[in-house]
């Protein structure tokens, strides 16, 4: 079965004229890839927010300066974790690719979260270093004490631009805005200051390979605790050149085009589209914060991007607003959708508003993440397309036997781009990554005899919230430590804004507890898109004879009205 599966994926790949054999190892390391880049691309324009741009070479300079820096100040060595938490801005670029060039490992931090989460991040990663953004600082103030973070790396929303504005944007952010918070944080270096002292010292290259760690990219699971899934320089590497072989299929030019960012480069699809972006030689557009849905709008009128990497809730947002039906999309030649299921209907309505079709993939944190994707000249809307070169893909049963085309089964993948495993988790890492390096996707899906592949259902009861993954059990370890709660679960419902709802069901330990008092203590637990947007009261929750509750009947309950 698995020799006919692999028959007609190459079977579609002659078809498509699509070359399998890239060379996933054409790089040692991320910085070689991106050294080239610096190298090839000097003078044109690398990446913007906020309305300022860096070059190829500003880059290479500042991230140079960043790497200096963590080499001769911090009192890192090669191997150690640097945090780093905030939204889309130019200056992230410059601390990951500065931290990955001193030979130190990237800890991509969520800003949105809560006290609870960012201690466990910070703790489970070992993080000495957190490079932080002003605007978000406040969380990281109550809890970096009980943490190993030795000192906090603190950036303001302008700190790269050119003065006088760099002052004009940071004070009126400051001061009129009243975005930055108050707060005291120890051990705390200026960014620039940061960059001036490390360009006082030249920086040291580092000799890097592909099997090196670069990132701990953190993800949630079935057991409620965030893992950090271990991606090596080679992990992203491979992915990069596994989406360049895609990428020749929609014709484009990327040298000197805009890749329009507005996901948030933390999050690993925004990342690796980011690096790929950055080895073509293209504009990156970084997009600081997608739910001012303005300013998305704002930017697409300004520069009239020609990639533009969506999920399908922007899609259907950005679709009901009646100044983006109004641009011109002249430039808009390829529309990327991840993160969370296409819809049919955002998929024919976009494309509809901008002459531009939605192209969906498939993948996971731990895939860095492309698994699969739909080419540009064979795309099957309602699939998530073929894998991508060199990776290998099999449906298996509940018993582990290889199943055939057309049977549901549990998506497995075999890439040059599948994590190393968990962070310091080797029995989580044993429960998804067998010995021959097949990962367990936790996914139900069908093979189709031409090779395309559908997404049907779900082992794990993870929900999606507008393409964040939401764990059941960590949102009911939560709920289940308020003194007014029995017991719960979570389940998610459709919903057109955010592709799933959160329904937490309760058993009330106190008669007196009410759906706002659950909702405001979610609040204050868990990340704003974890909270539940409805609470449903019952006297008792359905369950197998052993206990355990059965999402699945709550899930028809709720289908049910």
Same mark, same amino acid.
């Given at each position: ?9 190459a ?13 996933v ?6 910085v ?43 009192g ?8 780093i ?68 790396v ?61 990132m ?21 590497v ?25 996901? &948030? $480069?933390?999050?690993? !699809?925004?990342? %690796? /589209? +980011? ?5 073509? @030689?293209?504009?990156?557009l ?24 969506g ?52 993948g ?22 073929? &894998? $991508?070169?060199?990776? !290998?893909?099999? %449906? /298996? +049963? ?5 199943? @055939? ?30 010995s ?5 996707t ?39 430590k ?80």
């Amino acid at each position: 079965m698995q020799a006919d599966i692999s028959a007609a994926i190459a079977a579609r790949y002659d078809d498509l004229n699509i070359e399998w054999n890239v060379d996933v190892t054409a790089y040692p390391s991320i910085v070689a890839l991106f050294e080239e880049a610096m190298t090839d691309f000097a003078d044109m324009p690398a990446c913007s927010s906020v309305g300022h741009a860096l070059s190829y070479a500003e880059l290479d300079t500042l991230s140079a300066n960043f790497a200096s820096w963590l080499q001769y100040e911090s009192g890192l060595v090669r191997g150690d974790r640097v945090a780093i938490q905030m939204p889309n801005l130019i200056q992230y670029l410059v601390a990951c690719l500065g931290t990955l060039r001193a030979g130190m490992v990237v800890v991509n931090t969520n800003p949105l979260y809560t006290e609870r989460e960012l201690e466990h991040q910070l703790n489970d990663s070992g993080a000495r270093i957190l490079v932080l953004q002003a605007n978000v600082a406040e969380t990281a103030a109550n809890v970096v004490a009980k943490t190993g973070i030795e000192k906090i790396v603190l950036t303001e929303i302008a700190d790269l631009h050119p003065a006088p504005k760099r002052w004009l944007l940071n004070a009126a952010v400051k001061y009129i805005k009243k975005m930055v918070p108050k707060v005291s944080l120890p051990n705390v270096i200026k960014f620039n200051d940061a960059l001036k002292k490390g360009a006082q010292k030249p920086f040291t290259p580092v000799a890097l390979n592909l099997t090196d760690l670069a990132m701990l990219q953190y993800t949630g699971g079935t057991t409620g605790v965030a893992k950090g899934a271990m991606l090596s320089h080679g992990n992203i590497v491979a992915n990069v050149m596994q989406i360049d072989g895609f990428f020749e299929t929609f014709g484009i030019d990327a040298k000197g085009s805009v890749f329009m960012q507005p996901l &948030p $480069v933390y999050h690993i !699809y925004a990342f %690796t /589209v +980011s690096m790929y972006s950055l080895r073509k @030689g293209a504009h990156t557009l970084f997009i600081p914060n997608p739910r001012d849905l303005g300013s998305v709008v704002d930017a697409f009128e300004k520069y009239q991007p020609t990639v533009f990497a969506g999920l399908n809730t922007l899609f259907v947002a950005l679709c009901n607003d009646e100044r983006f039906r109004s641009i011109t999309f002249e430039n808009l030649q390829l529309t990327m959708s991840g993160g969370m299921a296409l819809t049919q209907a955002a998929a024919e309505r976009w494309a509809e508003v901008t002459g531009c079709n939605v192209y969906e993939g498939y993948g996971l944190t731990e895939t860095s993440p492309t698994a699969t994707t739909n080419p540009g000249n064979g795309r099957q809307l309602g699939t998530i397309g073929i &894998p $991508v070169p060199q990776t !290998y893909v099999k %449906t /298996v +049963s509940d018993t582990g036997e290889t199943l @055939g085309f057309g049977e549901a089964g549990e998506l497995c993948i075999k890439g040059p781009q599948v994590m190393q495993g968990y962070w310091q988790r080797p029995e989580a890492t044993a429960d998804v990554l067998d010995s021959e390096g097949w990962f367990s996707t936790g996914d139900v899906a069908v093979i189709q005899p031409d090779g395309y592949i559908k997404i049907v259902d779900r082992i794990k009861d993870m929900i999606i919230v507008s393409g964040f993954n939401v764990y059941p059990n960590e949102l009911e370890d939560v709920c289940a430590k308020h003194p007014g709660v029995l017991e719960c679960a979570a389940v998610g419902l459709p919903s057109e804004a955010t592709g799933e709802a959160i329904r937490l069901y309760v058993v009330k330990a106190d008669d007196a507890l009410t759906e706002d008092e659950v909702i405001a203590y979610m609040r204050e637990q868990v990340t704003a898109y974890k909270v539940p947007k409805s609470i449903v009261f019952k006297d008792d929750l359905p369950k197998t004879n052993v206990g355990k509750i059965l999402r699945r009947e709550l899930r028809d309950l709720a289908a049910e009205g």
